[in-house]
């Protein structure tokens, strides 16, 4: 068997890179198929020519969406999310959120990118959109994709990145000025896969160098997070980590229980209204499996 990695998929179909840089097409063993871009594996040769992967390697990070019917794995063995918002089209408060959430659960650290900063009448406003999340003290970085991305290259140093982000936020611009093969290299996935233009659907890894990779994700729509538990909701929001345990009630739902420490901290004013509105929709999203 050889060690491979896995950069790109299209259902039960895996291209892989082997040590000397050679791609192989490769199906999983079996029915199961719970593999991700990303995912380190070790691969055997089938008679037709290609490959079996026999076995997946120890993940340190998964990153997947989920609803209350299926999951979508994302990527695996990323470092870092960078999730791309622009100063248009407007971007969604919910979606940011629901990423960073599911980047804390899988610690997993997290970059905010404001593309289109060239478009400076609509700059005041989304940086004014963001702003909560600086105070929060997430990373948050303003560029323009179309005139340099250099002062983004220091974050991608001996990382693993995902880019994220709603559809027409500017990510292939970004892919396309850090990895000018980029499209190339894609052209080849498709072919080698038989999808043609399908695999947009799916996350594609680029190497920056030796020890910086990038994956490119399909734009997102929605990020479900039906798979977390009350527990990993909670600690995604970093405002809340000092009041957790602080509630009269250990079983507070943080609504109209009294003596809440998380609604007294939001009347207080320390607890930013918009960020309460998305956990108490996630709440009651995730509750509905209990």
Known sequence: MQDALIVAAHGRQYLVELADGTTLLCFPRGKKSDLACGDRVSVGMAGDGRGVIEKVDARHSLLFRSNEFREKLIAANVTQMIVVVATEPSFSDMLITRSLVAAASQQIRPLLVLNKCDLAARLPAARAALAVYGRLG?????????????????????????????????????????????????????????????????????????????????????????????????????????????????????????????????????????????????????????
């Open 138 to 290: 997430y990373a948050l970085l303003e560029l323009s994709a179309h005139e340099s991305i250099d002062m983004l290259r220091p974050y991608l140093d001996r990382q693993t990145s995902v880019l994220v982000g709603q559809s027409g936020m500017g990510k292939s611009t970004l892919l396309n000025a850090l990895i000018p093969d980029a499209q190339a290299a894609t052209r080849e996935i498709s072919a080698a896969l038989d999808t043609g233009k399908h695999t947009t659907t799916h996350a594609r890894l680029y190497h920056l160098d030796a020890h910086s990779h990038l994956i490119d994700s399909p734009g997102l729509q929605e990020f479900g997070l039906h798979h977390l538990d009350l527990h990993e909701l909670e600690s995604g929001f970093p405002e809340f980590t000092p009041l957790l345990g602080q509630c009269r009630f250990r079983d507070c739902r943080h609504d109209q229980e009294p003596g809440c420490a998380l609604r007294s901290a939001l009347e207080n004013g320390e607890i930013d209204p918009r960020r309460f509105a998305c956990y108490r929709a996630l709440r009651t999203e995730i509750g509905r499996k209990r």
